[in-house]
């Protein structure tokens, strides 16, 4: 007899196993849970709850009721528990079956007990052990759980009766999980992944091919192996396949709590029990108890479970903007989502283990205002091997911002930026000589500005300074390299440019390497493209005044009557140095600005600066503020021996031997009258495309180009771009003719040219 279906009317109910009642008389009815307590309260409540032990159906209840409570009260104190998903139904012919603490834990997983009984009891999992996992430990805890264990192996599929395969293993990435992924999804059954070995325990996720939209193993292997740039290289240059060997940490306790833990996850998929948790890893550290979830999200680009040629087809789609308002409260203007909402949005891409992003911290040096945020190793430095593989580790992504949110939430979208813009093997390449494609390509000697001179004792130039400054072989237009399309915004037509100046690490040509100017993520695609033009703009107006070393007018700060300003001079000068801003704006008149800092106590006046640029000049002021305090934790506790927070030896050097005395085009010019916030006319628009369009206008009126690669990768969603505009300068050594010399001129700033031996021989290394 099924009495569910049959003779409903009979069910016994009463209060989840998992929940203990106590009645305070004249107060309420409490019930009492592992999670909390819950007042239960009502007229009647205190009479008709302690009824509501599980001995009683409906009937029952209703023939039973105290005098003083009525029928309709009863019912709607009831419906109000049922509601509250506090009660049960309980077939009375299994009133006493299993343990009641078991039923009492599925009750509160939100399982019927009875139902996960039957279905557990005998259940068939598979058994993959790989590598040195004890395989006697794991059965027997399976076992106790009282599943039924088959022993599989990788190269066989799953037998028809295993409803789940468990499979153990040292370390996530190894070689024969592939092959066991690719087996589980050809038969469709899902399989448990874990790691019960080492002093950090590893569980799940469930790969489960049965569902829509889930990663499959090589998702998640992609962002594990993200993390483990140095053991990739290991592993590749010494030719192995796989993780690196890793010596085992065990003991009896700890070998056991990873079984069982293990065996509770089977079970409870087993029982039917499913969570969004259960598509990730789940981390114990059997040390400090620390644990941690894990997001895995499936990658729409997987060549394995996706389409591999997504990120290759999009390449030859126009880049489309349209009309996007943007919002008040973004901290850096010009955007169409606050930084709250952008960082709830990709929160989920920070993770040691499936992030592409390991942590975000704060940097503990200098004053809380500084709000220098830091986001893991730069990967736009550096070209390959182990050269960028050590600058990229010693050189982190980082995040400024007026509060801690807003550099947070820059430096969350920095490394996203740089993980975009990394080269990953399914971006669109087309190959062939610039000869060949002159029809459409670009040639990069218009973008990269090398001057002929400097192709001369590059290697030498090259093995003093930082990979930044490096100076690249001379082009061949004659010799194949990899193209890749860019929208031309301009013509309304794709054009090409070598691959290797756009994706970093790219393989290819010696004479073209990627770098990140107008390299930008955003909110959307409009916001992108407008970060990147301005990042041009701002590191052109750099370069012009810093190689020709001019004299530009300083920036009267109170004119701008910014609290937060005022906050920022003080940290300086409580740190004993000194603060002040140029308005280097160039012939484009977006508004840009250099905030410089020296040090006034010691000899060494370790001058940092930060640039800025955007149609608001008080934008521009705070992004240029902003900047010099991301950097400014480079700084601190630096005795005049001392060793500087970076490597980089342009940037030493500058730090121990420049002065405003031996610099001076670096103070205010006396000759200029001080720069207010009335000099420039703010124009900031309502709409993003509109502030884009005036941007696009004044480069095109100037006789230049906009060109656009979309480089947002289908699995991050954060919009990232690279804006290029042939001509305009990037603010590192690069000295070919061109704006470096002719607007000077034009602005008045110096009467002709400036000498190419003239030009400033010190690097900017920012």
């Not at 039973?64 to 309980?90: C, F, H, M, W």
């Not at 126009?318 to 169409?336: D, I």
């Not at 100046?501 to 992108?528: C, K």
Request: one cysteine or more.
């Amino acid at each position: 007899m099924n009495p569910t279906a049959e003779n409903p009317g009979r069910l016994l109910v009463g209060f989840k196993s998992y929940l203990r009642l106590e009645v305070v008389s004249g107060d309420a009815a409490y019930v009492f849970s592992e999670r909390g307590v819950t007042a239960l309260e009502g007229s009647g409540m205190e009479l008709i709850a302690p009824m509501l032990d599980g001995t009683r159906n409906l009937e029952d209840l209703y023939r039973d009721l105290p005098e003083g409570v009525t029928s309709q009260q009863a019912g709607g104190l009831l419906i109000q528990l049922a509601e509250a998903n506090l009660l049960e139904l309980r077939d009375p012919t299994r009133v006493n079956s299993g343990n009641a603490a078991e039923r009492a834990y599925w009750e509160t997983a939100g399982l019927d007990a009875d139902a996960v009984r039957s279905e557990t009891i005998g259940a068939t999992v598979g058994l993959i052990a790989l590598g040195d996992v004890d395989q006697d430990s794991a059965r027997q805890a399976l076992t106790d759980a009282g599943l039924r264990v088959r022993t599989a192996d990788t190269a066989a599929a799953p037998h028809e009766s295993t409803l789940l395969s468990v499979v153990l293993c040292e370390d996530y990435l190894h070689v024969d999980l592939a092959e066991v992924d690719a087996r589980h999804r050809a038969t469709n059954k899902p399989w448990l992944l874990a790691k019960p070995v080492g002093a950090q325990l590893w569980v799940g996720p469930v790969f489960d091919p049965s569902e829509s939209e889930r990663a499959c193993w090589h998702c998640m292997a992609t962002r594990i192996w993200g993390h483990r740039q140095a053991e990739a290289h290991v592993q590749a240059t010494l030719r192995k396949q796989g993780p690196a060997h890793r010596v085992r940490a065990a003991i009896p306790a700890l070998t056991a709590t990873g079984m069982h833990l293990v065996a509770l996850e089977a079970s409870k998929w087993l029982a039917g029990y499913r969570s969004a948790e259960q598509r990730g890893v789940w981390t114990l550290d059997s040390l400090d108890l620390g644990a941690r979830h894990h997001d895995v999200r499936p990658r729409p680009q997987c060549s394995s479970c996706g389409d591999p040629d997504l990120v290759r087809n999009r390449a030859w789609h126009p880049v489309e903007v349209r009309s996007r308002r943007k919002v008040e409260g973004t901290g850096a203007g010009s955007r169409s989502r606050t930084a709250r909402q952008t960082l709830d949005d990709y929160r989920h891409l920070v993770s040691p283990v499936t992030g592409v992003i390991k942590e975000i911290r704060q940097d503990p040096r200098g004053p809380a205002l500084f709000n220098s945020f830091r986001s893991g190793p730069n990967l736009a430095v550096g070209n390959g091997g182990v050269e960028r593989l050590r600058t990229a580790l010693r050189t982190e992504n980082g995040g400024k911002g007026i509060t801690p949110l807003h550099a947070e939430v820059s430096a969350l979208c920095e490394a996203l930026e740089r993980h975009c813009g990394y080269f990953h093997g399914d971006e669109e390449r087309v190959r062939g000589s610039f000869r060949a494609l002159s029809d459409r390509a670009i040639h990069p000697d218009s973008c990269q500005l090398f001057d002929e001179r400097q192709y001369t004792g590059r290697a030498e130039w090259n093995r003093r300074h930082s990979p930044f400054q490096f100076v690249c072989d001379p082009f061949d237009e004659e010799a194949e390299l990899d193209w890749t399309p860019v929208w031309s915004m301009t013509r309304k037509r794709h054009r090409l440019l070598p691959t290797g100046m756009l994706y970093f690490d790219a393989p290819g040509a010696s004479s073209v390497r990627a770098d990140s100017n107008g390299n930008a993520a955003g909110s959307s695609v409009e916001d992108a493209v407008l970060q990147g033009l301005l990042e041009l703009v701002e590191r052109d107006a750099v370069a012009l005044w810093w190689y020709n070393r001019t004299r530009a007018a300083g920036v009267d700060l109170d004119s701008f009557t910014d609290p937060w300003i005022d906050e920022v001079r003080a940290a300086h000068t409580g740190l004993d140095r000194q603060l002040w801003v140029l308005d280097v704006t160039s012939d484009l008149g977006i508004p840009t600005m250099v905030a410089i800092s020296r040090r006034t106590d010691k000899p060494s006046e370790d001058i940092m600066f930060g640039f800025g640029a955007h149609l608001s000049p008080q934008v521009a002021l705070h992004r240029c503020l902003t900047e010099l305090n991301q950097l400014m934790p480079t700084m601190i506790g630096i005795d005049d021996d001392g060793e500087y927070g970076w490597s980089d030896p342009d940037a030493v050097h500058w730090w121990r031997t420049a002065t405003v005395r031996n610099q001076p085009y670096l103070l205010p010019d006396p000759k200029q009258r001080p720069r207010t916030a009335a000099d420039h006319v703010a124009d900031q628009e309502s709409d993003l495309l509109a502030e884009l369009s005036l941007v696009q206008r004044r480069l095109e009126a100037s006789g230049m180009e906009l060109l656009v690669l979309d480089q947002t990768r289908p699995d991050i969603g954060l919009p990232v771009v690279k804006t290029i505009v042939p001509g305009l300068r990037s603010f590192w050594a690069r000295f070919g003719p061109g704006r470096l010399y002719d607007v000077p001129v034009h602005l008045g700033r110096v009467a002709e040219p400036t000498r190419y031996e003239d030009l400033n021989p010190l690097p900017l290394f920012l």
